[in-house]
């Protein structure tokens, strides 16, 4: 559950800011986020804000914003998983509209080019090095097989492996992951300690295992 509320705070910042945008649902005046792209399917931990913001309301009512939640529950998952702390300043307000279009086009997906990434994130104001910090955040969590699929079989387009992958990885990987079905089955991102947050991704990518093409 800490890397879906990780995730959870950086699909929401990407979109209009971190408004919390990304939690509201279908209604007569908007087209939620969660059936975005990058979302749907994927973005999990919904369930969890839900019973905090419960939580709070019943402790102290209108008081605690979810975006301000979103961004609490970001940093206190990467503390809880042994990763860094930051400090969280207070104050943002819930946005009443959502963006589907934005989360669409400005959440980077995982066969977008280096570029197209970067280029995402200067929309946001970050630069390259915040693509490579923020990138280790895939030190925890798991992918859905479709995520990476094209990485095993057809990564240029000529129906070959993508050769940055291990092999062994790769086979292993192939075994739960086949050419057509089983897109939703999950894979850690970081093989060798999913649930920890330390800096095994880097080293997980410089040894040809990271599970993403990004
Ligand atoms: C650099 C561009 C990025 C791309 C292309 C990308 C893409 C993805 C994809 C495809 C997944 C798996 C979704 C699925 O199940 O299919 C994923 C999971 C995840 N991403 Fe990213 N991501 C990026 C950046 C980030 C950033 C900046 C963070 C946070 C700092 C982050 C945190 C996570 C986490 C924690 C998960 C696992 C979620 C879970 O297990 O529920 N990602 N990402």
Redesign the pocket.
């Known amino acids: 559950m800490a ?2 509320l ?2 959870l ?2 699909h929401d910042c990407f979109v209009k800011g971190c408004d919390a945008s990304v939690l509201l649902d279908n209604s007569s005046s908007i087209v939620s986020e969660k059936d975005s792209n ?1 979302n749907k399917n ?4 919904f369930e969890v804000v839900d019973e905090i913001k419960a939580a709070l309301e019943a402790a102290c009512p209108s008081t605690v914003s979810c975006a301000d939640i979103l961004a609490l529950a970001a940093r206190d998952s990467t503390v809880l998983a042994g990763g860094p702390s930051w400090n969280v300043p207070l104050g943002r307000r819930d946005s009443l509209g959502a963006s589907i279009q934005g989360s669409n086009n400005d959440i ?3 066969n ?1 080019t280096l570029p197209t ?1 970067v280029t995402k ?1 200067r929309r946001q104001g970050l630069g390259v090095a915040d ?1 490579v910090a ?5 030190t ?5 097989c ?3 699929r094209q990485r095993l079989y057809n990564q240029t387009g000529n129906g070959v492996a993508d050769a940055t992958l291990d092999v062994s990885y790769a086979a292993r990987l192939g075994q739960g992951c086949p050419r057509s079905g089983g897109d939703d089955n ?1 894979f850690p ?1 970081d093989l060798a300690t999913p649930a920890r947050f330390d800096n095994l991704y880097f080293k997980n990518i410089l040894a040809g295992k990271g599970l ?1 093409s ?1």
């Not at 994927?42 to 931990?45: A, D, P, V």
């Not at 923020?134 to 895939?138: A, K």
């Not at 925890?140 to 859905?144: D, E, K, T, V």
Request: aromatic share 8%; no cysteine.
């Open positions: 890397a879906s990780v995730r705070h950086f990058p994927s973005l999990r931990g980077p997906a995982p977008n990434i994130f693509v923020l990138s280790g955040g895939h925890i969590g798991m992918s859905r479709t995520s990476f999950l991102l993403l990004s």
